[in-house]
């Protein structure tokens, strides 16, 4: 099983500023690494797929980069909709195993 | 607008059975993959299962393996969980998930339904 390592797990910064996510994979997975935000009492919703692929309608202020084993997730200037929980998961092997990284809390400084 | 709506939720005892389903709208149910992934209260997200488009390829992860079987029909556009021998432990918010592109092969997720709770408790 590929092991997805988010960090840190809570991260508290101020609106205005920029926030910057790791996720780690136990090995490679190319650029299989998709990223995801999730809101209390709400469904996640995919904002990066590809490693850096924003899905549709996902704000320019969102960016993910990275292969192989280190990705990253930046937000610049932070917006008040922006703090919430992200996921990172990884979509490299078929047959599906799909793991998830423990998820960072990005929370208003 | 795409959409997936969960439903069949509820309290079910340790060792009892419960069917989930989830309806499509919106885009081809047909010709997408469909997944189930779940959240335990507070916790992180883990993968349940994958359904192929015609049904041709099942797979489910190492915790449910054996007990959960996932279905679809596409008539109905419709996607199932069924879910047996249920434990404390898959008490969760099981969330019915499209791939995010059509065809084959390892995929990421996108859209989310909105999620329905299971809780096995006695």
């Known amino acids: 099983e590929i092991v997805m390592t988010q960090s840190p797990a809570t991260l508290s910064v101020s609106p205005g500023e920029r926030a910057t996510l790791s996720c780690r994979a136990s090995q490679s997975v190319s650029s299989d690494l998709a990223w995801y935000q999730q809101k209390p009492g709400r469904a996640p919703r995919l904002l990066i797929y590809?490693?850096?692929a924003r899905a549709t309608g996902i704000p320019a202020r969102f960016r993910g980069s990275g292969s192989g084993t280190e990705f990253t997730l930046s937000i610049s200037s932070l917006q008040s909709e922006d703090f919430a929980v992200y996921y990172c998961q990884q979509y490299h092997k078929w047959p599906p195993r799909y793991t998830f990284g423990q998820g960072t809390k990005l929370e208003i400084k | 607008e795409v959409q997936l709506v969960e439903s069949g939720g509820g309290l079910v005892k340790p060792g009892g059975s419960l069917r989930v389903s989830c309806v499509g709208s919106g885009f081809t149910f047909s010709s997408y993959t469909m997944n189930w992934v779940r959240q335990a209260p507070g916790k992180g997200l883990e993968w349940v299962s994958s359904i192929s488009s015609s049904s041709e390829f099942r797979y489910y992860g190492d915790s449910v393996k054996g007990r959960f079987t996932t279905s679809r029909d596409n008539a109905k556009k419709s996607l199932y969980l069924q879910m047996n021998s249920l434990k404390v432990e898959d008490t969760a918010v099981y969330y019915c998930?499209?791939?995010?592109?059509?065809?084959?092969?390892?995929?990421?997720?996108?859209?989310w339904g909105q999620g329905i709770l299971v809780t096995v408790s006695s």
């Open positions: 998930v499209r791939d995010g592109n059509s065809g084959y092969g390892a995929n990421w997720f996108d859209p």
């Open positions: 590809g490693a850096s």
